[in-house]
Structure formats: structure tokens, C-alpha cells
């Protein structure tokens, strides 16, 4: 187990995910709240920020049982952190140094370089500099313009680094993590998707014993690994419900709900299309048509486990990426959860809540997911939002439009997986534009619908470029739409990124 400290920077989640890459475990705390023992990690990283050391408000943690008690990697900020703590100093630098570097000088015979060759790429972000190594301190890489690029503490196993080893341009970033963390510190990597189910599988025996979970299924990956996991722990105590909201893909709703059951899944299919239906009646506005979707699903996930009796627990898919504390650049970040209005909640919510995803990312969910035997067309599902096609009406929602939008998806979707580009596109779908548009079909005029398609590249939905589809993939597309889907008469696709653009157009 190794502890990463975070300092606010925007990498600190790559740190662990590359350090999981190597099969070991990591866990990430704000610099400001620092776990009370320490026993359980092998290892601790500083990780990179945004704050200059020399800052009023910058992150000054206490250190002392830290250095030279664990073996530690100073990443960037953390870098300069620990000189500054540590009777080095850090100045500011004359340029600000961004972007790709090589490592001009290494330092001979040095584990922490193992298999590294001179000249490497290293990937720099910082307008600070160390001028003077911590007492005992001992360089071992510099670059043209970075004399202390890399040092260590005598007689310690305290490392340091200005470059970011986490980011792809630094070639040997992993090679680095490793020599660290395996050659070093010595921790055993035994942090893979087997041995996560074995011992996940064991911790819901023991918490949930002979409780009943209640878990909604949304068709998502992150859900459906939840509940087989559950399900492998508890089997048929696991009662799950999964509702059609009628703003699903086609068909989408009979088809996954029969994979569940093939899965071995105690599965309820609600259909609940009219209700929501009706909860967006003339709703355009974006946000109230998201809050009205909301309140619906939480009436109908209430009313169908009240039909459940003695359930103790509620079963949720909520991974890391969602748990992991921030730390703010305006100062620490204090996540208040209130539940004040304890008395007014739908009953479900009451529930302990158990989440056996959410020490995990996107990523590591997907490999346990093949571990179970979990379909592979499943797994690789593009993200779909939760508020679904209405979100895709721009407007206001009718059963039409839906059918509309459902049949121009399908086709959609459908082509990217015959041309073989479903699995190189992060998320694809269309868009009902509120506009109609005049066309001619034979020697009549038209007047209808007008869809846009949209496929993006994304790693995590933050940022998103579109997609150089084929041409003749769209021709190929727009024809079947406007052939087959009665109501649209035109096509266009969407070549905007985000940002400035938005993935979804509401
Ligand atoms: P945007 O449009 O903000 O979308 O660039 C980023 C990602 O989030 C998804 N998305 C949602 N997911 N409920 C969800 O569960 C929502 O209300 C919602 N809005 C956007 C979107 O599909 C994309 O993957």
C-alpha cells in the first residue's frame, strides 16, 4: 500500500493510476489530512501543485514522521517542498519551465535510474527552482536548464524529482515509479483485479452477512460490475432493478435486461417509460428536464423497494474519481455531507450504503469486470448519461421525437461498430435538433428534422476532441438515416471540442 499526499495538483490522479499500473495499491489524501497511522503504507509520494513553496497560503505539512521513515518519492512540488523542509532552498527560476526536457546528466550506478539511458524525455512544469540541496543531499540528474532535476538524501531512501513521472511524455516515467517503488521501497505488487475480487468478495461476506442489498442497475459498466461482485459475495440476496426510463437506445432496455439474467443477476425490470413520460411534459429548459428526470427515478426506485422487504443495505457503483477528497487551490476543501433533512428522504436512502467500486478507477472497474467473466461488449460500452435521450431532444420531450432519435442512434451506432470504429471512439450519439429544414424527396418538398451526430476522444470526459470519421462512413450513415428514418431530412455532424463546446448539447 503506498500513500500519495496530494498538493492540489492536476496529475495526482495519474500518479495512482500509474502506480496501480504496477499492480500496487495506492490511496490518495489531502496534504492536510494526513492518515493517523502510518503503519499501513510501504511507501509514500509527494505529489506536484499548484502553489509556489514560497507562498502565503502554500501547503506546509509537517514531514517529520515521514522522511526518512518511509521510503519517499517528492514528485515536482513536493520536490521543492521537501528541500525547503529540509534546509535546501527554492527560488524562483528566470523562465518558467514548461513542457519537454531531456535529462542531460545522470548520475552513474544509481538504482533509482535503472534501465533509464541518458538523454531521456522528461515532461516539466514549474516556475520555481531548488537552488540548494537539503543538507546530505546528493544530485542525480540534472537538464540544460535544471541543475537539481533529480537528488536524494545520503543514508535515507528519500527521493526526489522536478520532472512529472506520471505524464506519457516522460518516457521513462513508469521505468522510474518502478525503480522506486519495487527496487527501493521494496512493496509487493499483488494488486491485481484476481486478487481484488478474492478479497472484495470476502470484505461483503463479513459486512453484509445475511443482510439484503437493493442496488439499481443503469446498463452501465460501473453498476454491472457492482452487482456481479455483490452477487458473488451474497448471490440471492442481491436484488437489483432496473428501470426503463423510455430514454434509453433501442431496444437497449429488453437486451440488457436479458444479458442480467443470463448473468445470474436477481434482476426486476421496472418499465416506467409513461411516468417519466409525463414528468417532462412541455419541459425544454436542460436542468429542469435533468431534475425532473431525478425526481422521477427516485419515486419509482422507492416505490418498487418498498416492495422489498427487510433490505438493510443499498448497493451503489460509485468508483474513486468520485470519492477522492480535493484538495482546492483556494485553500483546503471541506466536503460537507448533509444530510439534514434525514426525515424527508425517500425511504431507500436510508439504507447503509455499500460501494464495492469506489476505491477503484474507470479502468481498473473494466479489468475486474473481464476478470469475472463480464461480457466484453459490455465492458467496452461507451458512457452513457443518465438523464439519456432526453438530454439529446433539444426541446421539449414527445414519444415521436424519442422514436425519432432512437432509430437515427441506432443507425448511428450501429455503422461505427460494421466500420470497426466503435471501440476507437470514447462516446458517440445523436442529436434532435429543434429546427426543421426544407428538402425535396422525389418531386415533393419536405419540411422535417434536421440530426446531428457526435463522436468524441476523451479519457475521462473532461476534456474531448471530436472525431476525423471516415467520409464515406458519414455518407454512408446519413444516407440509411434519411432513407429509412421517416422525419429527418438532414444531417450534420458535429465538429466541435470540448472545450469550448460541451460533449452532450444540453
Ligand atoms: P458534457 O456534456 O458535460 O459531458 O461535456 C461530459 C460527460 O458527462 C455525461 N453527462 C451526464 N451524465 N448525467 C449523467 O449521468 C447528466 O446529466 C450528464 N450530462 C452529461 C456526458 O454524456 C459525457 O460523457
Redesign the pocket.
Known amino acids: 500500500n503506498v500513500l500519495i499526499l496530494d498538493f492540489g495538483s492536476q496529475y495526482t490522479q495519474l500518479i495512482a493510476r500509474r502506480v496501480r499500473e504496477l499492480n500496487i495499491y495506492c490511496e490518495i489524501h489531502p496534504y492536510h489530512n494526513i492518515p493517523e497511522s502510518l503503519d499501513p503504507f510501504k511507501a509514500v509520494i509527494l505529489s506536484g501543485s499548484p502553489f509556489s513553496v514560497r507562498g502565503e497560503d502554500a501547503p506546509h505539512p509537517d514531514l517529520s514522521q515521514i522522511r526518512g521513515k518511509k521510503p519517499l518519492l517528492a514528485v515536482c512540488y513536493g520536490a521543492q517542498y521537501l528541500a525547503h523542509f529540509s534546509g535546501g532552498s527554492v527560488e524562483p527560476s528566470n523562465i518558467r519551465e514548461y513542457g519537454r526536457a531531456k535529462l542531460s546528466m545522470i548520475k552513474a550506478g544509481e538504482v533509482f535510474f535503472k534501465d533509464i539511458p541518458e538523454n531521456t524525455n522528461v515532461w516539466m512544469s514549474h516556475s520555481d527552482t531548488i537552488a540548494e540541496l537539503p543538507k546530505n543531499g546528493v544530485r542525480l540528474a540534472s537538464t540544460v536548464d535544471v541543475l537539481n532535476a533529480a537528488y536524494r538524501i545520503e543514508g535515507e531512501e528519500t527521493y526526489a524529482i522536478q520532472f512529472h513521472p506520471e505524464v506519457y511524455h516522460t518516457t521513462h516515467g513508469k521505468q522510474l515509479l518502478e525503480n522506486f517503488l519495487v527496487n527501493i521501497a521494496e512493496v509487493p505488487q499483488t494488486w491485481t483485479p484476481a486478487a481484488f475480487v478474492d478479497t472484495t468478495v470476502a470484505t461483503l461476506k463479513e459486512q453484509i452477512g445475511d443482510g439484503k442489498v437493493v442496488l439499481g442497475l443503469s446498463g452501465g459498466v460501473d453498476s454491472t460490475v457492482a452487482a456481479i461482485l455483490l452477487n458473488k459475495a451474497i448471490g440471492g440476496n442481491l436484488y437489483c432493478i432496473f428501470v426503463n426510463n423510455g430514454l434509453l437506445r433501442k431496444n437497449e432496455f429488453e437486451s440488457v435486461l436479458h444479458q442480467y439474467k443470463d448473468m445470474g443477476l436477481n434482476v426486476k425490470g421496472v418499465d416506467a417509460s409513461e411516468r417519466f413520460l409525463e414528468a417532462l411534459r412541455n419541459e425544454s429548459d436542460p436542468e429542469r428536464k435533468?431534475k425532473a428526470i431525478g425526481n422521477a427515478f427516485i419515486e419509482v426506485f422507492d416505490d418498487e423497494a418498498h416492495q422489498l422487504t427487510g433490505v438493510d443495505w443499498l448497493g451503489q457503483g460509485t468508483i474513486y474519481p468520485d470519492v477522492i477528497e480535493s484538495v482546492s487551490v483556494n485553500g483546503p476543501s471541506v466536503t460537507i455531507k448533509s444530510h439534514h433533512n434525514v426525515g424527508g428522504l425517500p425511504d431507500f436512502m436510508k439504507l447503509k450504503v455499500v460501494e464495492p467500486l469506489r476505491m477503484l478507477f474507470k479502468d481498473e472497474v473494466r479489468r475486474v469486470g473481464k476478470e469475472m467473466g463480464i461480457d466484453a461488449e459490455l465492458l467496452g460500452r461507451h458512457?452513457f448519461?443518465?438523464?439519456g435521450l432526453a438530454?439529446r431532444i433539444l426541446g421539449d420531450i414527445t414519444a415521436e421525437k424519442v422514436r425519432i432519435l432512437q432509430e437515427v442512434d441506432a443507425i448511428f451506432i450501429n455503422g461505427l461498430k460494421k466500420w470497426d470504429l466503435y471501440d476507437q471512439v470514447w462516446?458517440a450519439g445523436a442529436i434532435l435538433l429543434p429546427v426543421n429544414s426544407v428538402g425535396v424527396m422525389g418531386d415533393e418538398r419536405t419540411y422535417e428534422k434536421v440530426v446531428a451526430l457526435r463522436a468524441v476522444q476523451s479519457t475521462d470526459?473532461m476534456t474531448?476532441d471530436w472525431v476525423n470519421l471516415p467520409y464515406e462512413f458519414l455518407q454512408e450513415v446519413s444516407n440509411h438515416i434519411i432513407n429509412r428514418v421517416k422525419g429527418v431530412n438532414r444531417v450534420v455532424y458535429d465538429i466541435s471540442s470540448?472545450p469550448p463546446a460541451?460533449?452532450?448539447w444540453e
Do not use: S
Request: aromatic share 0%; glycine share 16%; hydrophobic share 25%.
Open positions: 435533468r458512457p448519461p443518465g438523464p438530454i462516446q470526459g474531448a470540448k460541451t460533449i452532450e
